[in-house]
Each structure stands twice: as C-alpha cells, then as structure tokens.
C-alpha cells in the first residue's frame, strides 16, 4: 500500500472531503485547542477513522519541514494517473481540457501552490517529468491547501512525446517564454489547450519549446524579468478561464 503522512489542517481537511476512505488514522497534538483541529477530529470519529492523541515530537518526526498545526493523517494514496489515462480525461473534458504542465518545478512549495491554482482552475491534469519534479512529498500537499487530492497528476517518462500525443487529440501547446514578443493575452485559450511552465532557474528545455504550437510571455511594465512559477501559473490559467468565461 502507498500510505504517507498528509499534515496540516487544509491538507487533512481536502483528504477528510474528498477522499475520507483512504483515510487510516488522525493523529492530533496533545492539548491541541485549536478549533478547526478539534472539528476535524469530530469529523473522523464520525466517519469511524480512529483518532489518537500523540505529543507533539511525534507529529514533528512524520511532517519532516512541513507545518503540521496540531494534525495528521495517515492517507492511503490511490495510484498516480499515468500517461494511458489522458485520452479519457480529455474527452471528459470535451471541448475544454485545459492541462497545465511543468517542466521541471523542483520547489515543493511551487509545485503545491500550481496544483492549488490547477485545482481552482478546475484543470483536467497536470502533467510533470518523472526525473526533473518533485513528487507529492508532505510539503508538496500542505501548499497545495488540497490541491492536490482534487486535480490528476501524471508524472511522463518522456515529456516531448507527451506533448505530441496531446497534439494529437486536438490540444493546442502554449508555452511560457519570457523571450518572446507574443503576449498570453493574444493567443486564445479558448479551446482544449495545455499550458506549459518551465523550471524556476532555466525556464523551457529546448525540446520542450519546439514542441510547442505557440510561446507567450506575461506583460511586466515594472522592472522585474520574471514572475516566481507558481504565480505566473495562476495568471495563464485564470487568462484561460476569462476567455471561455467571455469577460473582457
């Protein structure tokens, strides 16, 4: 079984709404009286998930650098989605798959803050390389504030081929480049598109980028050259949302 440690309250919270099933045991601080960690034990004692009390050097070993605030669950993962499932959660999505992918976002602070947008954004995956991402580690969960048990991630062995096989079935590339004159408030976003983020420090792999339909870049009139990842991913999918909304 892939059973992990999801500490914090947002964390422990999305597992409890959305997949309270995989959820094998609460643990909570002793003397812990902060109200949302007390409802959150009522609420796993009410769906007969046993609750335990343990002193709070025990919940700092499990949650490692994460802040666990008084709480953790102990959450058997389902199976990561694999690259076989995106043609069924495409034509779930119809017209609108909106997918966004990060091309080596190593920081698991980014990572969970892009699944809390993807998830916002109500994405239909994310998809990231199995050897330049970091996993669904502890941290990765707590940023995501749930994030990440409400979106599909697929980890790729082969990122350009994904890419390819998206094209495939209709999905038109944007990628995100700060080098280039297009701006992500000229291209549309209306139909079924993926949204392609590259790393922090050096941006898209260079096969990344040829395999892209399009490349846009965020306006900055300041004087900044680049956002933090994980901001620039809310900006490009909440442009994407405006458009199908039809707001101006």
Same mark, same amino acid.
């Given at each position: 079984?892939?059973?992990?440690?999801?500490?914090?309250?947002?964390?422990?919270?999305?597992?409890?709404?959305?997949?309270?099933?995989?959820?094998?045991?609460?643990?909570?601080?002793?003397?812990?009286?902060?109200?949302?960690?007390?409802?959150?034990?009522?609420?796993?004692?009410?769906?007969?998930?046993?609750?335990?009390?343990?002193?709070?050097?025990?919940?700092?070993?499990?949650?490692?650098?994460?802040?666990?605030?008084?709480?953790?669950?102990?959450?058997?993962?389902?199976?990561?989605?694999?690259? /076989?499932?995106? =043609?069924?959660?495409?034509?779930?999505?119809? @017209?609108? %798959?909106?997918?966004?992918? $990060?091309?080596? *976002? +190593?920081?698991?602070?980014?990572?969970?803050?892009?699944?809390?947008?993807?998830?916002?954004?109500?994405?239909?995956?994310?998809?990231?390389?199995?050897?330049?991402?970091? /996993?669904?580690? =502890?941290?990765?969960?707590?940023?995501?504030? @749930?994030? %990440?048990?409400?979106?599909? $991630?697929?980890? *790729? +062995?082969?990122?350009?081929?994904?890419?390819?096989?998206?094209?495939?079935?209709?999905?038109?590339?944007?990628?995100?480049?700060?080098?280039?004159?297009?701006?992500?408030? /000229?291209?549309?976003?209306?139909?079924?598109?993926?949204?392609?983020?590259?790393?922090?420090?050096?941006? $898209?792999?260079?096969? +990344?980028?040829?395999?892209?339909?399009?490349?846009?870049?965020?306006?900055?009139?300041?004087?900044?050259?680049?956002?933090?990842?994980?901001?620039?991913?809310?900006?490009?999918?909440?442009?994407?949302?405006?458009?199908?909304?039809?707001?101006?």
């Amino acid at each position: 079984m892939n059973e992990h440690w999801i500490v914090g309250i947002n964390p422990v919270d999305g597992a409890l709404n959305n997949d309270a099933a995989r959820v094998c045991e609460l643990l909570v601080e002793n003397g812990q009286r902060n109200p949302r960690v007390h409802e959150l034990a009522e609420r796993a004692k009410a769906l007969k998930i046993p609750v335990h009390h343990r002193p709070r050097e025990q919940l700092d070993k499990l949650a490692g650098e994460a802040r666990h605030q008084g709480v953790a669950a102990l959450y058997e993962a389902p199976a990561m989605a694999t690259e /076989g499932d995106l =043609p069924e959660l495409l034509e779930r999505a119809g @017209g609108a %798959a909106l997918v966004l992918v $990060l091309d080596g *976002v +190593t920081d698991p602070h980014n990572l969970g803050a892009c699944l809390r947008s993807a998830a916002a954004a109500n994405a239909t995956a994310v998809i990231v390389p199995k050897d330049r991402a970091v /996993g669904l580690t =502890p941290v990765v969960r707590r940023a995501s504030a @749930g994030g %990440a048990d409400r979106v599909p $991630l697929i980890a *790729v +062995t082969n990122l350009a081929r994904t890419l390819r096989v998206l094209k495939d079935a209709g999905v038109w590339i944007t990628g995100l480049a700060g080098d280039t004159e297009q701006s992500i408030y /000229g291209i549309d976003l209306k139909g079924p598109v993926a949204l392609v983020m590259g790393s922090e420090g050096e941006g $898209l792999r260079r096969l +990344t980028r040829e395999t892209c339909d399009f490349t846009a870049k965020i306006p900055m009139p300041g004087a900044m050259e680049s956002l933090n990842v994980s901001v620039a991913t809310g900006v490009v999918l909440f442009e994407a949302l405006r458009q199908r909304s039809g707001l101006r």
